[in-house]
Each structure stands twice: as structure tokens, then as C-alpha cells.
């Protein structure tokens, strides 16, 4: 077990490793760093010496090796446009995305896993038909247009919630949060459910794929045919083997999470990562493109890890087959 | 007598019984060849500035009060008719899906059939890049090739280059998908009786894989590239509608939502809503028409 965990962990570094180089190519070779730091009027011996500070005539891979140094002790470097420091800047952005992203998932495994497990249960009735045919269409419509949706039913015409931004956040440290106020909250709901609402469709067609097959499995069968209430069967038997792949679901959904959080965030102008990664392929701002892909890696890599170790927590058999 | 043997089929008997599929089917075709025609049959042609005037600004649709027989649909507030926008919009929308899907479907077959026929070190390779691939939202990909494509290529060309970026990012976030069902059906395929023998009779590896094995694993790519068309079209209208996609002199379906999101606090409700409406109508048929055909060629769902 512990082998298994060591072999996740050297996974993960070369899995960084090959993003933060990635990120580095990016860096590097597209837009030269000092023509965009330059302007018209400086002199070539200027910039000869800003290239000569800034190490660009140093071999390759020892630059590589600065920069994922820096990278490692929280020198993101600086935003070509603002020129603020880039981990300052994802500092002040990060809760917001991370809030928006969580309370959307939140929803999405409240709604999805009920739905799904009744639609699994009865296929035929009416009422999974319609959330069936519900699921197609959510689908079928564009994230931003069920944001648009949203902001016109609750914002416009009903005048409910807000549609624009976090409202009133809160400090706690540097860590501001749209959760502990009213107006914070407010402002959250219609973000959250437009992020929440394509996640669910996911969500709820792979639990209920996942159910359907555990029903048709031998043990199942087999408490059938010992007459075990139907109750029992469903809700001891089947459900617990359902719930295994949930943890995974969370892991996969992760990247929809953040790729649509950035539609959400434009839609909204939640000032998150996702909008500040728009602006800055906007402005071809480069290196706040590549810390941003280096960041959104680390967490997805970091989950995928996690999300492995709980399965190892949850599922008897996995612990079984790593020891032997 | 082609056709009468075509009219005999299963798919075509299942698909008389099923009305969602019809209608889906009939919306789609129309929709197409509005977009297709849309030179001919726009009543005007919103790229040509002198075809509209501003006078003729924010008309609202002929059914409501203040409509003019001359726009159907209204008028946005540069006097633009609003069904020749939405037409020449779907046009572009489709043109650039369209092409994006086809890259996608040569690129991801191409390397799906190889990898599955030939196995080893190839199909190691190419599946290793496929996870990362598919591990990095279609979104993201799409952004991140346009961010970058505006870092190499200097603005003028990139703005005129800007049409070919947009296809090649989409193309590039769908591959994956083909790549993975081509080499999926083929390992099947490779192992049967009639392809040993070709291999037997030493016929060239690039005639096996492609008029033996393709024809017969065609079933499930076709439905991943409906499913995928659909996916390509949400993909250019969500790019445009971001802003990284198209430019706003030439508006796909997206970019027209976008300028609509400006009146969505006003009562010039059709400027928006109108390409909103058409676009997801447009992609609910084509994903109807995806869930019919995955059905059709697997029999066990039925």
C-alpha cells in the first residue's frame, strides 16, 4: 500500500514536471519576454542587457530549472500587462473560483445521485422519461446560454438575485469569501446553479449507467433469488457499490468544472481565475497563461491523487490486491 | 431500385417510428439548407453595408407591435435584419464545425485505425496522448491554441488567420473521441477470420486497414461525428461568444448572442433571443439525431 502510494507520488512529480515544462516552452518561445517588456525607444544595448539579467542567454535547461525553482517557491513571476506580481494576483482570485466551483459540484452530486438512481430504478416511468429527455436537452444547451437564462428569469424579470459579481465578501486573512453574507450568497446562487446544472447532467447519466450495471451483477441476482425484499436489494445491496465510482466522478468533473468556470465567470464577471485567464489570453499576457496552466495542473493532479487514495480508504477489495 | 432496397432497411423502418428522430431530421435539413442557401435566400446581406440603414434600427419582429413586412425577425441597432444575420451566422457556425469535425474525423480515424492495427509502441504513444488530451477540457485546449497562436503570429496576420485558428482548435479538442472508438472497433475487427487472411494473402497493411476494416467499424464513427458536430458548433458559439473566437464584422451564432447579451436588460428581447433560440434548436436536433443512431447501431440498447 504504501508502494502504491510512493508510485502515485513520482506519477504526479513527472506529471507536473511535464506541465511546468510545457509552460516554460510556452514562456519562452512564444512572444519574446523582452520585445514585450521593451518599448520602440529602447536601444538594443538596453535590451542586450535585460536579456543578460534576465538570463535568457543562459543554456536551456538550466533556465528550465530556474524557472520551475521559482515556480516551487511561489515566484510566479510577473503579468506583462499589469505588471503585478502573478501570485498575488492569483491570491486575490483563487477563493472566488474555488467557491464558485465547490458549491456547483455540491449541487450537482445532491441533485445528480437521487436523479440518477431513480432513473435507474424505473426506466420506463414517466417521470424518468422527462428528467431523461430533460438531460438531453441540458445537453444540447450552451453553459452560457443557461446563464443567460438565469440572469433573464431570476435577474430581470423576476428581479430576484443579483448578476453581477461576488456582492459584499468578507476578509478572513487574505482569503475573501462570498459565503458569510447575505448579499454574498445572494450574488453565488445563479453562478453556481449555471456551472452546477451541466455538471448534473453528467453526473446523473453516469450514476445512472453505474446502478443499471450493478443491478444486473450476480450477487444482486443471487439476494433476488433468495427473496430479499426489494427495499434491502436496492438501497443495502446495490447502492454502496454504486457510490465507489461517485468518488471518481468528482475527479473527472473537476476539469469540466474549471474549463466551464471560465464561461460561467465571463457570463457573471465573477472576477475569478477563469475570467483573469480570459483577459490574459486577451492580451496575450503569456506568463499569467502559463502559471495559470501550471496552477489548474497542480490542483487537478493533487485531486486525482486524492481522489485515489480514497478509493484505496473505500474499496476492501483494492487494499487486497496492492498487498498481495 | 436503390431506393426501394434503401426504404426495406432497419434504419429506415426504426426511424419511421420514431417521430423525435423525424422531427429532428426535418429541423436539421431545413436549418442546413437555410444556412447553405443563405446567399440566395437571406433577404438581405448583413456583410454589405449599404443594404441597411440606421433608420430601420431596433424594429421589433413582424408579429409584434411596430413590425415592418421587410423583417421578419427585426432589426438589430444598425438597422441589420435579424433572420439574414441569424442565416449567414448558422452558415459560418456550420462551415466552421463542419470543417473542424472533418479534420478531427481523418486525424482521429486515421490515427485510431493505425494504432489499433499495428498495436505495440505506436498505440502506446498515440493512447498516452489521447488521456492527456482528454484530461484537458475541449474549452481549455481551444483557449489556450488561440492564446498562443496570437503570441507567434503577429496581429495582422492573426486577425485575417483568425477563421483557420478557430477550426484548428476545435478539430484539435475533438480528435481524441475517434481516435479512441477507431482503435476500440479495429482491435475487434483485427483478430476476425477475413482479416487474418488478407494479412495472410500479404496484401499492403494501408489496403486492409482501409477497405476492410473501415467499412465495416463506419457504424459507430458516424455516430460519434453527429454527436461530435454538435459538440463543435457549442464549442465555435461559446469561443465566439468569449470574444477569442470570430471578429465582429463577420458574426457566427455566437458572436451574435454576445452582442445580444447588451440588450438583454432592455426590451429589444429578439436581438438576443433569436440566435439563442436558433442555435439550440439547431444542436437539440442534431443530438436527437446522434441519440437515434447510436440506438440504431447498437442493438443492445434497444
Known sequence: MVGFILKRLVQSVFVMLAVAFLAFSLFRFVGDPVSQMTGVETSLEDQARLREELGLNDPFALQFIRFAGDLVQGD??????????????????????????????????????????????????????SILIGTLIGVSIPTFVIGILLIFLFGVQLGWLPTYGRGDTVEIGWWRTSLLSVDGLRSLVLPALTLGLFQLTLTMRL????????????????????????????????????????????????????????????????????????????????????????????FFVFINLLVDLIYLAIDPRLRVRESA | ????????????????????????????????????????????????????????????????????????????????????????????????????MGIALVLGVSLGLAAGFFGGRLDAIVMRVADVQLALPAILTALLIDGISRGILPREVHDDLRLAVITLAIALSLWVNFARTARASTFVERNKDYVQAAIMMG????????????????????VIATVDLASAILLEATLSFLGVGLPADSPSLGTLIRIGMQYLLSGEWWILWMPTVFLVVLVVSINLLGDFLRDLFNPSLR
Open chain 1, 76 to 129: 510566479f513571476g510577473y503579468s506583462f500587462r499589469t505588471r503585478e506580481p502573478i501570485g498575488e494576483m492569483l491570491l486575490t482570485r483563487l477563493p472566488a473560483t474555488l467557491e464558485l466551483g465547490t458549491v456547483a459540484l455540491l449541487i450537482s452530486l445532491a441533485v445528480g445521485i437521487p436523479a440518477g438512481i431513480y432513473t435507474a430504478l424505473r426506466p420506463r416511468g414517466l417521470v424518468s422519461q
Open chain 1, 207 to 298: 450514476v445512472r449507467a453505474q446502478m443499471m450495471e450493478v443491478m444486473r451483477t450476480d450477487h444482486i441476482r443471487f439476494a433476488i433469488a433468495r427473496g430479499v425484499p426489494w427495499r434491502r436489494i436496492r438501497y443495502r445491496h446495490a447502492l454502496p457499490n454504486t457510490m465507489i465510482p461517485v468518488v471518481t466522478i468528482i475527479g473527472l468533473q473537476f476539469g469540466g468544472v474549471i474549463a466551464f468556470s471560465i464561461v460561467t465567470e465571463s457570463v457573471f464577471q465573477w472576477p475569478g481565475m477563469g475570467l483573469l485567464f480570459l483577459e490574459s489570453i486577451r492580451f496575450v499576457d503569456i506568463p499569467v497563461m502559463s502559471v495559470y496552466l501550471v496552477v489548474i495542473a497542480f
Open chain 2, 1 to 100: 431500385m436503390m431506393l426501394a432496397r434503401l426504404m426495406q432497411t432497419e434504419g429506415v423502418w426504426l426511424f419511421s417510428r420514431n417521430p423525435a428522430a423525424i422531427l429532428a431530421a426535418i429541423v436539421t435539413i431545413v436549418v442546413v439548407a437555410g444556412a447553405v442557401l443563405a446567399p440566395w435566400i437571406a433577404p438581405t446581406n448583413p456583410y454589405d453595408l449599404s443594404s441597411f440603414s440606421l433608420i430601420d434600427g431596433l424594429l421589433p419582429p413582424l408579429w409584434e407591435q411596430g413590425g415592418d413586412p421587410r423583417f421578419l425577425l427585426g432589426t438589430d441597432d444598425q438597422g441589420r435584419d435579424m433572420l439574414s444575420s441569424i442565416l449567414y451566422g448558422a452558415r459560418l457556425s456550420l462551415i466552421i464545425a463542419s470543417v473542424a
Open chain 2, 203 to 222: 496484401q499492403h497493411p494501408l489496403r486492409i486497414m482501409l477497405r476492410h476494416i473501415l467499412p465495416n467499424i463506419v457504424g459507430p464513427l458516424l
